[in-house]
C-alpha cells in the first residue's frame, strides 16, 4: 500500500493522483480531496489519538508499505520575533508527526521486509533563509532522523530517504506575491521552478533503488 500524506494539496494531491487508485491511500486534514474515487482518509497527522485509530483501522490492509510524507506547514518570523506557540507547530508537523507516522509503519515494515519512506524536505534548511528558523529546522532534523532510521532497519530491505526540494511550481509557491516568485526564479540556475513530474521521478527511482538507503536527493535545479 502507498500512502500519501497531503494529498489534498499542492505537491501530494500530484503524487497521490499518479499512482493507481487501488493502490493508494491519501491523508488529508482541512482540505477535501479532489477526487471522491480515490481512497482518502481524513487525519490531523499531529494527533497521536486519531494517527492511532487510523493505524487501527487499516493495520490489516497494510503490506508492502510505501509511505511518502508530503504534509507539511510553514510559518514565517525571524527567529527573534517568532511566536513560540507557531514556531513549536511547524515542528510537530513537520518532524513529529513525521515521525509518528514512520513509528507506525515501521514494525509492518519490519515483518515484511520491505518498505519504503520518503519524506520532502526542502532547500532552505540547507540555504538559511531569513524568516524560516522553524520550518529549517524541521526540515534538516529530517535528514538525521533517515540516517538513524536507516541504520536500524536497512537489513530488513526498508529504505528511508528525503528529497530535498527546491522551488516547486505548485504547493507553497502560491502563496508568494508574483514579485518575490520571479526574484526567486532569477536564483534558481535552472531558471524555472521544479516541476511536478521530476517530483515523481524521483520518488519513483527512490521506491526503485534499494541501496539507496539514509540520504537525500537535492531535486533544486541547481540551487544552494
Ligand atoms: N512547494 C514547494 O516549493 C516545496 C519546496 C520544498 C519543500 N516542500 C515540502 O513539500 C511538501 C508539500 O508541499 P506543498 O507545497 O505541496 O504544500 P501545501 O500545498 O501547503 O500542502 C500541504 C499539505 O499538508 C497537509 N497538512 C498540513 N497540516 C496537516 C495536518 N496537521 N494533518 C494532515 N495533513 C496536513 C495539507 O492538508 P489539508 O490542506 O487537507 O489540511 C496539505 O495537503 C511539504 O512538506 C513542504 O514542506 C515544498
Same mark, same amino acid.
Given at each position: 500500500?502507498? +500512502?500519501?500524506?497531503?494529498?489534498?494539496?499542492?505537491?501530494?494531491?500530484? +503524487?497521490?493522483?499518479?499512482? /493507481?487508485?487501488?493502490?493508494?491511500?491519501?491523508?488529508?486534514?482541512?482540505?477535501?480531496?479532489?477526487?471522491?474515487?480515490?481512497?482518502?482518509?481524513? !487525519?490531523?497527522?499531529?494527533?497521536?489519538?486519531?494517527?492511532?485509530?487510523?493505524?487501527?483501522?487499516?493495520?490489516?490492509?497494510?503490506?508492502?508499505?510505501?509511505?511518502?510524507?508530503?504534509?507539511?506547514?510553514?510559518?514565517?518570523?525571524?527567529?527573534?520575533?517568532?511566536?513560540?506557540?507557531?514556531?513549536?507547530?511547524?515542528?510537530?508537523?513537520?518532524?513529529?508527526?513525521?515521525?509518528?507516522?514512520?513509528?507506525?509503519? !515501521?514494525?509492518?515494515?519490519?515483518?515484511?521486509?520491505?518498505?519504503?519512506? +520518503?519524506? !520532502?524536505?526542502?532547500?532552505?534548511?540547507?540555504?538559511?533563509?531569513?524568516?524560516?528558523?522553524?520550518?529549517?529546522?524541521?526540515?534538516?532534523?529530517?535528514?538525521?532522523?533517515?540516517?538513524?532510521?536507516?541504520?536500524?532497519?536497512?537489513?530488513?530491505?526498508?529504505?528511508?530517504?528525503?528529497?530535498?526540494?527546491?522551488?516547486?511550481?505548485?504547493?507553497? +509557491?502560491?502563496?508568494?506575491?508574483?514579485?518575490?516568485?520571479?526574484?526567486?526564479?532569477?536564483?534558481?540556475?535552472?531558471?524555472?521552478?521544479? /516541476?511536478?513530474?521530476?517530483?515523481?521521478?524521483?520518488?519513483?527511482?527512490?521506491?526503485?533503488?534499494?541501496?539507496?538507503?539514509?540520504?537525500?536527493?537535492?531535486?533544486?535545479?541547481? !540551487?544552494?
Amino acid at each position: 500500500m502507498i +500512502i500519501v500524506t497531503g494529498s489534498s494539496r499542492g505537491i501530494g494531491k500530484r +503524487i497521490f493522483k499518479h499512482f /493507481p487508485e487501488k493502490e493508494t491511500l491519501g491523508i488529508y486534514h482541512a482540505t477535501p480531496p479532489a477526487d471522491p474515487r480515490r481512497r482518502s482518509y481524513r !487525519l490531523d497527522i499531529g494527533c497521536e489519538a486519531e494517527v492511532d485509530l487510523f493505524f487501527r483501522k487499516i493495520s490489516p490492509e497494510l503490506s508492502k508499505v510505501v509511505l511518502i510524507n508530503c504534509a507539511g506547514i510553514s510559518y514565517n518570523s525571524v527567529a527573534h520575533k517568532a511566536d513560540l506557540d507557531q514556531w513549536k507547530k511547524v515542528v510537530d508537523i513537520n518532524l513529529t508527526a513525521t515521525y509518528n507516522l514512520i513509528r507506525k509503519v !515501521l514494525p509492518v515494515m519490519r515483518n515484511d521486509n520491505y518498505g519504503r519512506i +520518503i519524506n !520532502l524536505s526542502s532547500v532552505v534548511a540547507q540555504k538559511g533563509v531569513a524568516g524560516t528558523s522553524a520550518y529549517a529546522a524541521s526540515k534538516s532534523a529530517l535528514w538525521g532522523l533517515a540516517r538513524a532510521v536507516a541504520a536500524e532497519n536497512g537489513g530488513k530491505n526498508i529504505t528511508i530517504n528525503n528529497i530535498n526540494l527546491g522551488y516547486c511550481e505548485t504547493g507553497m +509557491i502560491e502563496q508568494v506575491p508574483d514579485q518575490v516568485r520571479d526574484d526567486l526564479i532569477k536564483q534558481i540556475p535552472s531558471r524555472r521552478l521544479c /516541476p511536478v513530474s521530476d517530483i515523481i521521478n524521483t520518488v519513483e527511482y527512490i521506491i526503485a533503488t534499494p541501496y539507496l538507503n539514509g540520504t537525500s536527493i537535492d531535486l533544486n535545479g541547481g !540551487l544552494f
